[in-house]
């Protein structure tokens, strides 16, 4: 099986598919039961690194389920609390309102007040009316409205402080509350984000070297820096150097749904303790609330339907999981309600991040994984495919004892 594993990323490697990856799994023990890498980090002239397990990678939306162990953190310290409004914390949350239409004529966004309380499981559960506003067409009209770009400049508050696309609580999209989570976190504690996160979750489990917000800054870091590459305007290899790409959009932030950097070896080490349910991170109450779905029946029907939306919502969100298996959403991150058989068992745990990255946790079957490699376009289906197979080989591993 892991000969099954390794040739079909080679051959995704010499096609230029995949200039590099990392890829590893482990069980409940936590032992590994699989650890390979390929290929190279960086395709900018005079840079010769090798693809490792040590390679630091922009992790993008695998940053949120570290914010939400952080929050939870916090909960259990009484410093935040899931339920309450947090505007008195974050006074321009929402600030817009709701949008509800686009005027074309008058170039204006229709928008209408919103008189519900945003609290912090709205804002995990993508159930607060945040949506990113790359994603939604009206969010795209009411920014060229104002002749602003989509999600660029510094904070948080510049990229996230936009119109609601629902009233809070009443429907799912995918949008900044890990963000604004991770922003409510560095306002309870006083420390950024990812001060808090190096002494809470990365010293602990000995990773503090590997992971940060900022790498740049961390001189042990900036030399495994892997550099992200495209594919083609049609997804087709060879894939090339990303020269004027950035991730962070002019980011300098703890963006806590996407700013994370760190080498897939510690980011493993992280989901390998998430999976035990290591009491250094949470204890057992935590650890019940993070994997615990959020959404309620109507909630997580418009989940659904979200991802049936249109081709680039199921490629972008959809894990390449067929659109079938019912879902929903929890802190952790999305919810397989169904198993797919010869691939995860119910109730297994998922997400990736920009760069066709991906991590999954299969709780009954007892095993985790994580995949990162450094390329666009963002969650490309032929590679989320290859990261598809490789679940369903690692599956086969576990449950034939080969």
């Given amino acids: 099986m892991a000969h099954n594993i390794d040739k079909m990323y080679e051959e995704a490697v010499e096609s230029g598919l995949l200039p590099g990856i990392s890829l590893m799994a482990g069980d409940k023990n936590g032992n590994t039961v699989y650890s390979k890498s390929m290929g ?33 953190q916090c909960v259990e310290g009484g410093k935040l609390d899931l339920d309450s409004d947090v505007k008195p914390l974050l006074p321009d ?15 204006a966004a229709i928008l209408e007040d919103n008189t519900t309380a945003i609290t912090l499981r709205m804002l995990l559960s993508h159930t607060s009316g945040h949506e990113y ?9 009411w920014r060229a409205s104002r002749g602003e770009q989509l999600w660029t400049g510094p904070t948080v508050e510049d990229k996230s402080v936009l119109p609601l696309v629902f009233a809070p609580g009443t429907s799912f999209a995918y949008g900044a509350g890990h963000d604004w ?5 560095e306002l309870a504690t006083g420390v ?23 790498p740049k800054s961390r001189e042990h870091m900036t030399d495994r820096i892997a550099d992200i590459s495209t594919l083609n305007e049609k997804g087709e290899p060879p894939a ?5 790409f950035d991730i ?60 049936a939306k249109s081709p680039v919502h199921t490629a972008f969100l959809g894990m390449s999981i067929p659109l079938s298996i019912r879902r929903t959403w929890s802190f952790a991150g999305m919810v397989a309600k169904d198993g797919l058989p010869g691939r995860f068992k119910p109730g297994m745990t998922i997400w990736g991040g920009v760069p066709s990255t991906e991590w999954f946790i299969d709780h009954e079957s007892g095993l985790c994984g994580t995949i990162v490699c450094q390329i666009i376009p963002p969650m490309h289906p032929p590679v989320m495919a290859l990261h598809a197979k490789f679940q369903s080989e690692l599956f086969s591993m576990i449950h034939t004892g080969n």
């Fill in 40 to 72: 190279i980090a960086s395709q900018k002239a005079g840079r010769d690194l090798p693809f490792t397990p040590s390679t630091v990678c922009a992790l993008a939306s695998m940053s949120k389920l570290m914010t939400s162990v952080a929050v939870l």
């Fill in 93 to 107: 949350i929402g600030k817009y309102g709701i949008i509800t239409g686009f005027d074309d004529e008058k170039g």
């Fill in 133 to 141: 506003d790359w994603f939604g067409d009206l969010l795209g009209k």
């Fill in 181 to 185: 989570a991770g922003k409510l976190v």
């Fill in 192 to 214: 950024t984000l990812d001060a808090f996160a190096r002494e809470r979750i990365w010293k602990p489990l000995g990773i503090e070297d590997d992971l940060s917000f900022f």
């Fill in 240 to 244: 090339v150097d990303a020269a004027t």
């Fill in 248 to 307: 962070l959009f002019g980011g300098t932030d703890c963006l806590g749904g996407g700013g994370l950097f760190g080498s897939t070896e510690a980011y493993h080490t992280f989901i390998s303790a998430v999976l035990r349910r290591d009491a250094q991170l949470l204890k057992p109450e935590a650890y019940e609330e993070l994997f615990r779905p959020q959404l309620d029946e109507h909630q997580e029907e418009e989940f659904n339907k979200y991802l």
